[in-house]
């Protein structure tokens, strides 16, 4: 086991609508990515957040957005969901920025947008 | 734009030969690379890792090449077995260690034969 939890596994929502996904570090992790997993592809970098600051974006709009907390867990929001943003949405956690192969995994939530 | 590939979607052995997965980068800059396996329902796990420093790694039943020449990457695994059936994917760290922003190829998927 990873450590990693994400919640919550599987989400449905329609367009328009906003959704929060969840995600807590493995004990001792300061540093949190999120990432899209779309059906057939690899996963595509949106945001990390260390020490609650985000400090690193991907393509991704401005409606995708996020949190960390003290306790350093995570919060992905997404407003005005769109089809497209029906994916796997993965959660990573490092015990400090800069440490990709120290990168562990959450298993996911699956959001489909309807 | 930056891009990871991969040359086979699917992949298909028997059970106690050996396999091997490749892929295609195109940022000469990246200095790092990962290979992950995605099994179903689960995010993706660390495999094996490779700096560009180097040409071979090799971990248990497990060896990545590096060819910096035409920007390829392989993954061989000895005596796959059936547990090895997953999707595998090759990574790129995405802007040289600043972040761990990882940028992903499209996967693999490897069926093992019993």
């Known amino acids: 086991e990873t450590g990693v939890t994400q919640s919550p596994t599987h989400l449905i929502k329609t367009r328009g609508q906003q959704v929060t996904l969840r995600c807590s570090s493995q004990?001792?992790?300061?540093?949190v990515s999120w990432y899209q997993q779309a059906l057939g592809q690899g996963p595509q970098f949106i945001f990390q957040?260390?020490?609650?600051?985000?400090?690193g974006r991907g393509n991704f709009p401005p409606r995708f957005s996020g949190l960390q907390f003290p306790n350093y867990s995570s919060e992905l929001n997404v407003n005005a969901l769109e089809l497209d943003d029906s994916a796997l949405y993965l959660c990573?956690?490092?015990?400090?920025?800069?440490?990709?192969?120290?990168?562990?995994f959450g298993p996911g939530t699956r959001l489909t947008v309807l | 734009g930056e891009s990871v590939g991969l040359h086979l979607p699917t992949l298909s052995v028997q059970e106690g030969d050996n396999s091997i997965i490749n892929c295609a980068y195109s940022?000469?800059?990246?200095?790092?690379f990962i290979w992950y396996k995605q099994e179903s329902g689960k995010g993706p796990q660390f495999i094996i890792d490779?700096?560009?420093?180097?040409d071979k790694r090799q971990g248990q039943r497990v060896t990545v090449l590096l060819n910096k020449t035409v920007k390829h990457l392989s993954l061989q695994i000895a005596a796959t077995q059936p547990g090895d059936s997953a999707v595998y994917f090759c990574?790129?760290?995405?802007?040289?260690?600043?972040?761990?922003?990882?940028?992903f190829g499209t996967g693999t998927l490897l069926a093992v034969q019993p």
């Open positions: 957040y260390y020490r609650e600051e985000e400090n």
């Open positions: 940022n000469s800059a990246s200095d790092y």
């Open positions: 990573a956690s490092s015990s400090d920025s800069g440490r990709i192969h120290e990168q562990f």
């Open positions: 490779i700096r560009s420093n180097m």
């Open positions: 990574a790129e760290n995405g802007d040289g260690g600043a972040t761990n922003k990882l940028i």
């Open positions: 004990s001792g992790h300061n540093t």
